[in-house]
T-cell receptor, first 111, second 115 residues
Framework: SQQGEEDPQALSIQEGENATMNCSYK?????LQWYRQNSGRGLVHLIL?????REKHSGRLRVTLDTSKKSSSLLITASRAADTASYFC???????????FGRGTSLIVHP | DAGVIQSPRHEVTEMGQEVTLRCKPI?????LFWYRQTMMRGLELLIY????????DSGMPEDRFSAKMPNASFSTLKIQPSEPRDSAVYFC?????????????FGAGTRLSVL
């Protein structure tokens, strides 16, 4: 299975702190995506990193990809209460490029 | 564009009843996906369509579930008869065919409760 597994399952931090979430997967991928899901809402795409890329930034988000370790990390800097959500990684591989989602990390940012 | 639109947002029904969930994808998107999300099993892909044609329905749990896409702007997921274990949030997502990556755009979901 290409399914990514996020770690930790839950993370609780104070506003202003950085939050780091990890995703591990089992086989080779073409790309890896991170999504956010706010309570009671659908998933929202945050960032996509291709297998030939090592790092990408988007605002306060920083994503790294280590294909040798089959892992990715999502760093949210200077977190805000509004960052409280679940974060999912989704791996894409094979000719169909249909992403496969992990179980997610639940992030709580306390104001 | 208004994004992916799902209806209803909430559905409460009794066991044995037929349930129909509806989805309008983003105009111009070639792929449409149906997912089910529960605490126990996470996000499960049920079925997906490409250009209105079902490509992979291996995630559909059993024959009580069926999905159709009669045209590019509408899809339904039907459960008949419904059972309490079908209670979950059902998401529809659409995606453009961009070759290298398929970023998915999700609807707000339908929360189904089967009593």
């Amino acid at each position: 299975s290409q399914q990514g597994e996020e770690d930790p399952q839950a993370l609780s931090i104070q506003e202003g702190e950085n939050a780091t979430m990890n995703c591990s997967y089992k086989t080779s991928i073409n790309n890896l995506q991170w999504y956010r899901q706010n309570s009671g809402r659908g998933l929202v795409h945050l960032i996509l990193i291709r297998s030939n890329e090592r790092e990408k930034h988007s605002g306060r988000l920083r994503v790294t990809l280590d294909t040798s370790k089959k892992s990715s990390s999502l760093l949210i800097t200077a977190s805000r209460a509004a960052d409280t959500a679940s974060y999912f990684c989704a791996t894409g591989a094979g000719g169909s490029y249909i992403p496969t989602f992990g179980r997610g990390t639940s992030l709580i940012v306390h104001p | 564009d208004a994004g992916v639109i799902q209806s209803p947002r909430h559905e409460v029904t009794e066991m044995g009843q037929e349930v129909t969930l509806r989805c309008k994808p983003i105009s111009g998107h070639d792929y449409l996906f149906w997912y089910r999300q529960t605490m126990m099993r996470g996000l499960e892909l049920l079925i997906y369509f490409n250009n209105n044609v079902p490509i992979d329905d291996s995630g559909m749990p059993e024959d009580r579930f069926s999905a159709k896409m009669p045209n590019a702007s509408f899809s339904t997921l039907k459960i008949q008869p419904s059972e309490p274990r079908d209670s979950a949030v059902y998401f529809c997502a659409s995606s453009p065919d961009r070759g290298v990556s398929n970023i998915q755009y999700f609807g707000a979901g339908t929360r189904l409760s089967v009593l």
